[in-house]
Nanobody, 115 residues
Framework: QVQLVESGGGLVQPGGSLRLSCAAS????????MRWYRQAPGKQRELVAA???????NYADSVKGRFTISRDNAKNTVYLQMNSLKPEDTAVYYC?????????WGQGTQVTVSS
């Protein structure tokens, strides 16, 4: 089992920044990819960013150039740095980890972008 705990969400004004963290614990060996998803009210969950165990990254077109995903292997933590936030970035953000067998989710953290 893998436990994922997100933190760092909150209320921010348009144009502001937030950094989300996802701390992994438990049976974390053989995790080959970690992702951030988000789900806005009334919408489907969508992929925001991903990072592989080798450090390769990819992003949704809507966040390219504004969001950066990174990882600290010593802390078993993945981050999502979010800059130039827009109201349309408002959502619950979820951390996800995939192993060869098993997909794991965190409980989510709310991000609200509003003036």
């Amino acid at each position: 089992q893998v436990q994922l705990v997100e933190s760092g969400g909150g209320l921010v004004q348009p144009g502001g920044s937030l950094r989300l963290s996802c701390a992994a614990s438990g049976s974390i060996s053989n995790i080959f990819i970690m992702r951030w998803y988000r789900q806005a009210p009334g919408k489907q969950r969508e992929l925001v960013a991903a990072i592989t165990s080798g450090g390769n990254t990819n992003y949704a077109d809507s966040v390219k150039g504004r969001f950066t995903i990174s990882r600290d292997n010593a802390k078993n933590t993945v981050y999502l740095q979010m800059n130039s936030l827009k109201p349309e970035d408002t959502a619950v953000y979820y951390c996800n980890a995939d192993k060869t067998v098993g997909r794991y989710w965190g409980q989510g953290t709310q991000v609200t972008v509003s003036s």
